[in-house]
């Protein structure tokens, strides 16, 4: 089987409509301590997790599974894309004036 060079190369594209993220981040408190140190424990061992101030922690999405897997409860703040846990990273590191 041959390939006609004169074909174009179809090439990858990020942006616009065709590239759309597939993890998925989700900003979750815990409702006190105990349950805090517990959950931050059971993340921090199997997925990334990124923590903001207030104690409010950006994770994937999967990461809900291994809270409910270890009985340990949470509240889901918001939901969105790595793009969107980026920005919260940001937002969270500028210095009130």
Known sequence: ????????????SFS?????????MVKIRFPDDKSRVQGFYELIQRIRVICLPDDEFIIPEAGLTILDESGIPCTILEQGGFDHALKALRDSAATPV
Not at 1 to 12: F, G, L, R, Y
Not at 16 to 24: H, L, N
């Open 16 to 24: 616009g409509e065709r590239y759309k993220p597939m993890i998925q």
């Open 1 to 12: 089987m041959s390939k006609d060079v004169n074909t174009p190369v179809q090439e990858a």
